[in-house]
């Protein structure tokens, strides 16, 4: 079964810059479409971005279009998410999950696999 850990979590001041990691065992994470979803206390969990299993498609949620990288290191079976100009509305729990299916999705449902989450903290 795949496993997925999450790491780079933590405090940031506005206007800052994060870098999430996603490190896969038991698989190999090109067998998998990866998403980046985020759940803030009182807010729904919401899809941030996604790549397909080759890495050439990508997609983006509206708010983080233009700040937000996603990405895969095939050597390394991880996928990143290099957060730039963070804001407060960006905190939250940053979960990373795995579909199985082709193509790429901001729905949660389509996710078979997920991390336990690392702490994203904006504040000043």
């Known amino acids: 079964q795949l496993q997925l850990v999450e790491s780079g979590g933590g405090l940031v001041q506005p206007g800052g810059s994060l870098r999430l990691s996603c490190a896969a065992s038991?698989?190999?994470?090109?067998?998998?479409?990866i998403g980046w979803f985020r759940k803030a206390p009182g807010k729904e969990r919401e899809g941030v971005s996604c790549?397909?299993?080759?890495?050439?498609?990508?997609e983006y949620a509206n708010s983080v279009t233009g700040r937000f990288t996603i990405s895969r290191d095939m050597a390394k079976n991880t996928v990143y998410l290099q957060m730039n100009s963070l804001n407060f509305e960006d905190s939250g729990i940053y979960y990373c999950a795995g579909g199985p299916w082709a193509g790429t999705s901001l729905q949660d449902y389509e996710y078979d696999y997920w991390g336990q989450g690392t702490q994203v903290t904006v504040s000043s």
């Open positions: 038991g698989s190999t994470l090109d067998n998998y479409f």
């Open positions: 790549i397909s299993k080759s890495g050439r498609s990508t």
